[in-house]
């Protein structure tokens, strides 16, 4: 059995908007799930859904408001992130051009991590940093060039690169692709995957593009206005979607097969406005946009329901207003 990498349970970020008057963001609202070794777990979700917290609160960047983050077997929920994390975890960022320091060159941005984990001798500095540029696919050129002087699509893989330096075990990718053009996106997505190939790497995948997770995840979750409402592995995901959310994401989404098109949920409207993340609804948060809801959907909040072996539901049609058979 796989080693597990990381485990989420009941992770709450909240934001404060208004002490006084008691108003938050519930941004990550009692989130949990597992990252195995060599697993590549998508999150996906609408905009504002959470996605980016999760990952920052992961990263220790965001405080959290309750739960356990245990990574390597350890509660870091809380705690200042130890060395040793920040050598085996690392974020890729959406945008590379803010991630990187513009006023150095890219030896001088990958040197860094290299020197403070102490993963060569000085010596062989230089070697180890044409190695890297070499497994993101590129040449050793790019070394003495500044980030300003260089496309989207290499600062991304300059940024690939600097969080491969550590020889982490873990990445969380935040949609890693989605301001590069097209063409862009298909390299740096075969690369991430040769590379978690090679080495047994697991990604926390952030991304809009379900099409694209269907192609590199293990397993899926989605999330919707702080909350996960549906995990799956990825077959049983496409192949048999619950949540009204999920059937209505991937009833919107381009297929190119018929076979694809077989499975894919009839197309459902999106109707509803998504609500404020200050005010969320009461009952189930997806209430206001769902083509199912029953009463008791507007009354009380679903609990997270496995309906089969690892497909997780978090609604009231597999729970309690389940229909009989
Ligand atoms: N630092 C912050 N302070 C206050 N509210 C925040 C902060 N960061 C995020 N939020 C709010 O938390 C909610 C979740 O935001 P988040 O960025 O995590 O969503 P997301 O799913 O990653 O969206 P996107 O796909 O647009 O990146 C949103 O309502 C957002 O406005």
Redesign the pocket.
């Known amino acids: 059995m796989s080693k597990t990498v990381l485990q989420v349970n009941h992770l709450k970020t909240y934001?404060t908007?208004d002490k006084r008057k008691n108003l938050f963001?519930r941004?990550?609202d009692d989130v949990s799930f597992s990252i195995d070794q060599g697993e590549i777990v998508a999150l996906v979700?609408?905009?504002?859904?959470?996605?980016?917290?999760?990952?920052?609160t992961i990263m220790g960047m965001?405080e959290t408001s309750g739960g356990e983050i245990i990574f390597d077997g350890e509660d870091i929920a809380n705690k200042k992130r130890t060395f040793d994390f920040k050598k085996k975890a690392q974020i890729v960022f959406?945008d590379p051009g803010s991630s990187l320091n513009s006023h150095q060159d890219v030896k001088e941005i990958l040197s860094l991590p290299l020197k403070v984990h102490k993963v060569v001798k000085p010596s062989q500095l230089e070697t180890k940093i044409i190695e890297t540029l070499d497994r993101v696919g590129l040449s050793e050129d790019f070394m003495y060039k500044s980030p300003t002087a260089i496309g989207g699509g290499e600062k991304q893989l300059v940024s690939i690169a600097r969080a491969l330096c550590s020889n982490p075990e873990f990445i969380i990718l935040?949609?890693p692709t989605s301001n590069l053009d097209v063409s862009i996106q298909a390299k740096i997505i075969n690369m991430l995957l040769k590379l978690h190939e090679e080495q047994s790497l697991s990604y926390l995948f952030?991304t809009?593009d379900l099409s694209l997770v269907r192609n590199i995840s293990t397993k899926v979750i989605i999330?919707y206005l702080?909350k996960i409402c549906e995990i799956a592995n990825t077959e049983e995901f496409y192949g048999n979607p619950h949540h009204p959310y999920t059937q209505m994401l991937l009833s919107a989404i381009p297929v190119v097969s018929e076979e694809e098109e077989q499975l894919k949920p009839s197309r459902i409207r999106s109707t509803g406005e998504i609500p404020s993340?200050v005010n969320i609804p009461k009952g189930c948060s997806f209430n206001t946009r769902c083509h199912r809801a029953v009463p008791l959907c507007f009354e009380e909040d679903p609990e997270m329901i496995e309906v089969t072996k690892g497909h997780f539901v978090r609604c009231h049609l597999y729970g309690k207003c389940k229909p009989e058979l």
């Open positions: 934001f908007v963001v941004a990550v979700g609408e905009s504002g859904s959470g996605k980016s917290t999760i990952a920052y965001y959406q935040d949609e952030i809009h999330m702080g993340p």
